[in-house]
């Protein structure tokens, strides 16, 4: 068991704050009003994860912190039942980890092994976000409210001049029924190990839905990080969206221009490199979780965990 001293782990806290703590407490207050972000609400609302929780810093299993009583007034989730402390040392209590996490754990595990081990295909440009508009009246569109940047017969052939090449399960549910037959992939629950990729936008972006499905277990540092990838990864979807959001001071990527397809795969390719030490990082922490269980469990827990029971969709 590594010790981590307050210094040490009063730091991390600080530091996930400043990466999640904002965007939580926006999120809370547009609730309240009842108001909408079309780029940032996606980051609460898809990815179910409590505001709440985001903002709570844990430690990961195996971590134990040197704690004071001061700290439990400072942190009043560290006294919850999730954690023990003996002799002034907190820890996560292991007993509370459960058959369904573990095979979780091990499925995601089994999911970052899999992309890893295939090249990303830099060619989808962002279509996926036209195909969910493709054909549609201005009443069926998203997000009322917000202009697309093409007439409608323009941009119907913008999707029909490219060839749709989307990956993501997910992102594939959502496009209309006239622009599900022109991607040349049919992706589906099933098949999102074998078709995921390390180029995709969402897929990346999914690593904060995966190690956030596994809080406390996975500690707060790498789900927070996640969650930096899944906010930058959503603002390049929606700045190459077919949206007009210069309103809310998003300058779009326009993907139907030559130079715009060219800056939409840069700015891939640099989401693509952070999601990868994240994606290992995630790989090695299910991994350990999953051997750390085994050993008291002869439970075959490679087969793939229900995702709709997980909660995953």
């Not at 917000?146 to 749709?164: C, I, K, W």
């Not at 809310?248 to 326009?254: A, F, N, Q, S």
């Not at 840069?266 to 050993?295: F, G, I, W, Y």
């Amino acid at each position: 068991m590594t010790v981590w001293g307050r210094g040490e782990w009063r730091q991390q806290m600080h530091e996930h704050s400043a990466r999640v703590a904002e965007h939580a407490d926006a999120f809370v207050d547009r609730r309240s009003r009842d108001a909408k972000n079309p780029v940032h609400d996606f980051l609460f609302t898809y990815y179910s994860f409590a505001p709440a929780k985001l903002k709570q810093w844990v430690p990961p299993y195996g971590v134990s912190l040197e704690v004071t009583p001061e700290d439990f007034t400072a942190y009043p989730w560290l006294q919850s039942e999730r954690f023990i402390c003996e002799n002034g040392l907190l820890q996560i209590d292991s007993s509370r980890f459960k058959q369904r996490e573990r095979e979780f754990a091990a499925w995601v595990a089994m999911l970052c092994t899999r992309i890893l081990g295939r090249a990303g295909r830099f060619t989808c440009y962002g279509l996926h976000e036209w195909a969910m508009v493709y054909r549609q009246s201005a009443e069926q569109v998203r997000h009322q409210g917000y202009e697309l940047r093409l007439p409608p017969h323009e941009l119907a052939a913008f999707v029909e001049s490219l060839p749709v090449c989307c990956s993501h399960y997910d992102a594939f549910r959502f496009f209309t029924t006239d622009a599900r037959p022109l991607n040349v992939l049919q992706p589906t629950l099933d098949s999102r190990p074998d078709l995921e990729q390390s180029a995709c936008l969402h897929a990346n972006m999914d690593l904060y839905k995966w190690s956030s499905k596994l809080w406390p277990w996975i500690g707060s540092d790498l789900i927070g990080e996640c969650f930096e990838l899944a906010l930058m990864g959503r603002d390049l979807d929606m700045r190459a969206s077919p949206y007009d959001l210069r309103s809310l001071g998003y300058e779009p990527v326009k993907i139907e221009t030559v130079e715009g397809r060219a800056r939409y795969e840069r700015e891939q390719r640099e989401l693509a490199l952070k999601a990868e030490e994240l994606r290992r990082r995630l790989l090695d922490l299910c991994t350990a979780l999953s051997q750390m269980v085994v050993a008291h469990s002869s439970s075959h827990f490679l087969a793939e965990p229900d995702e709709r029971a997980l909660g995953q969709v």
